[in-house]
C-alpha cells in the first residue's frame, strides 16, 4: 500500500469532477431522478423484482427462494436484471419505483406496492407471508436489532473497506487502515454473537441472517474484493461456521446466483422467471461485469 505524498485541502464549495471516482465515476452523480426514459419489463409472477447479485441483491433471492422452498406459491417472482455499470437505474421506470436509484427495487403487483431498500424489502415479505420473522416480541426484537446493524454496518464494507481496497483508483494507507479496522471490528462482533447462537439472535433462521449473510459470509469465505488473507478471515471461526451452515442452503444455493453476471459460469443466472431458469445450460449468457 502507498502512503500519500500530499494533503489535500477541501475548497470553500465542492465542485463535481466527473472524471474522478474510479470505476463508478460514470454512474455515481450528486444529483438524483431519472436520466432517461424507458420502462421497466414486466413478467407473470406477482413480485417484480429489479436488482443485481450484488450483496444487497443477494438478500431478496435468496429470501424469496426461501419462501419458495417452504411452500410458498405467493413468492412467485420474475428477477429482471438492472445492469447499473450501464446506468440502467436511471431510468424513469426505475426511479418510478426507488426514487433513491439503487438496487434492489420490488414492485408487487397483489397490493401494488413498491418497496425499495434491501432490509425494508425482507421485513415486507416477512410480514406479508408470516415467515422468518419472530412472532413473540423478544425474539422478533432481537431479529431486528440484527436486521437494523446490518443495514448500518454494511456500507462501511461495501462503500468504505471495498471502495478503498478494491475499486478506487488510487491505493491510500489512511482510509484502507480507518475501514479496515471497522471491518475486523464488526466480525468480531458478529463472531463473538455467534459463538453464543447458532444464528444471529438465537437458535431460529430469520430474515437477520439472510440480510447479513451476502456481505459477511461472502467475506468469511474469502470471496469479496480478494482480501480474505487480508483481513485473516479464517481466525473468525464462528463465523465461518455461520457461513457454511447458510451456505448448505438449497434456497441460499439458488439465490446467490440470482441476476449474477460475473465469475464462474455455473454460478450466474442473469434473470429468474421460472424455477426452471436454474437449468443454466438453457441461459443465454451476458457479458459479465464487476458490481460494488
Do not use: C
Amino acid at each position: 500500500m502507498m502512503t500519500e505524498t500530499t494533503t489535500y485541502e477541501p475548497p470553500k464549495v465542492w465542485t463535481w469532477d466527473t472524471e474522478n471516482g474510479g470505476n463508478w465515476s460514470k454512474i455515481n452523480r450528486p444529483i438524483a431522478g431519472a436520466t432517461h426514459e424507458a420502462e421497466l419489463p414486466r413478467g407473470t409472477h406477482p413480485l417484480q423484482l429489479y436488482s443485481l447479485g450484488t450483496p444487497n441483491g443477494q438478500k431478496v433471492t435468496i429470501m424469496l427462494e426461501e419462501l419458495l422452498e417452504l411452500g410458498e406459491t405467493g413468492a412467485e417472482y420474475d428477477a429482471h436484471l438492472i445492469r447499473i455499470g450501464d446506468g440502467e437505474q436511471f431510468s424513469s421506470g426505475f426511479v418510478s419505483i426507488n426514487p433513491n436509484s439503487k438496487i434492489p427495487a420490488l414492485f408487487d403487483t397483489d397490493t401494488g406496492s413498491r418497496v425499495f431498500e434491501s432490509g425494508a424489502i425482507l421485513l415486507y415479505l416477512a410480514e406479508k407471508f408470516g415467515r422468518f420473522l419472530p412472532k413473540d416480541a423478544a425474539h422478533r426484537t432481537e431479529a431486528m436489532n440484527w436486521l437494523f446493524w446490518l443495514q448500518g454496518s454494511a456500507p462501511y464494507l461495501g462503500g468504505g473497506f471495498g471502495h478503498f481496497y478494491a475499486y478506487a483508483p488510487e491505493k491510500f494507507e489512511y482510509p484502507i487502515n480507518r475501514f479496515t479496522m471497522e471491518v475486523k471490528r464488526q466480525m468480531d462482533v458478529l463472531d463473538r454473537e455467534l459463538a453464543q447462537n447458532r444464528f444471529l439472535g438465537g437458535d431460529e433462521y430469520t430474515i437477520a441472517d439472510m440480510v447479513t449473510w451476502p456481505w459477511y459470509g461472502n467475506l468469511a469465505m474469502g470471496d469479496a474484493y480478494g482480501a480474505g488473507e487480508f483481513l485473516q478471515v479464517e481466525t473468525y471461526k464462528n463465523l465461518r461456521r455461520w457461513t457454511d451452515d447458510i451456505l448448505a442452503r438449497p434456497a441460499v444455493q439458488r439465490g446467490r446466483i440470482v441476476n449474477r453476471t460475473w465469475g464462474p459460469l455455473e454460478e450466474q443466472l442473469h434473470e429468474r422467471h421460472d424455477a426452471s431458469d436454474f437449468d443454466l445450460k438453457t441461459q443465454d449468457k451476458i457479458a459479465p461485469q464487476t458490481a460494488e
